[in-house]
Structures are given as C-alpha cells and as structure tokens.
C-alpha cells in the first residue's frame, strides 16, 4: 500500500505560478500528475518515468515542469503562467508495481 499526500493548490490570478507536491510513503519510481475538471474527463498534466524521462499534456507543455526529490518519494509540478483553463482538481498518481494509486486530489483555481 501507497499513501500519497499532496499539498500546494489553492487560488492564483491568471499569469501566476503555483508549485504542487505530492509525497509518497514508499520510494517510487513512477509518478505523476493528472487532472480534472467540472464536467471533463480526467487528463494527463505530466508524468516522470524511472530513467527519468517526462511526459506533458499538450495543453501545459512550455509552462508546467515536473520534477522529484533523490529519494524518489517526493515529485514537485511547478506551473507557470496559469490560465482560467487550467482550473481543476489536480491528483498525484503512482505506479508501484502492478498497482496504481492515486491521491485525494488538491484543488487549483485560476482567476481571469
């Protein structure tokens, strides 16, 4: 069992910067950030693979960076120039062996 925490949402004007960190009980070795909206489907933000390489949604690529600690417990998302769209409900997830785990979902609102 993984427990992810995360912390860092909340309510910045648009152009501004938020930083999101999702913590993990248990040293992973891939990890990520997915996101939803009110009435959407949820969708990729970025995801950070065990050798290292990153994956963007397309809607982020140039303003989000992911990124996460040596101990591989710890992956940080910092987002730059914020839009109204980018307003939703952000989860951490982990895949850890076969099993995937999600956090409770941190809330990120952009106002125009």
């Known amino acids: 069992q993984v427990q992810l925490v995360e912390s860092g949402g909340g309510l910045v004007q648009a152009g501004g910067s938020l930083t999101l960190s999702c913590a993990a009980s248990k040293t992973i070795f891939s990890m990520g950030w997915y996101r939803q909206a009110p009435g959407k489907q949820r969708e990729l933000v970025a995801f950070?693979?065990?050798?290292?390489?990153?994956n963007y949604g397309d809607s982020v690529k140039g303003r989000f960076t992911i990124s996460r600690d040596n101990t591989k417990k710890t992956v940080l998302l910092q987002m730059n120039s914020l839009k109204p769209e980018d307003t939703a409900v952000y989860y951490c997830n982990a895949v850890y062996g076969i099993y995937n785990y999600w956090g409770q979902g941190t809330q990120v609102t952009v106002s125009s």
């Open positions: 950070i693979f065990s050798g290292g390489s990153t």
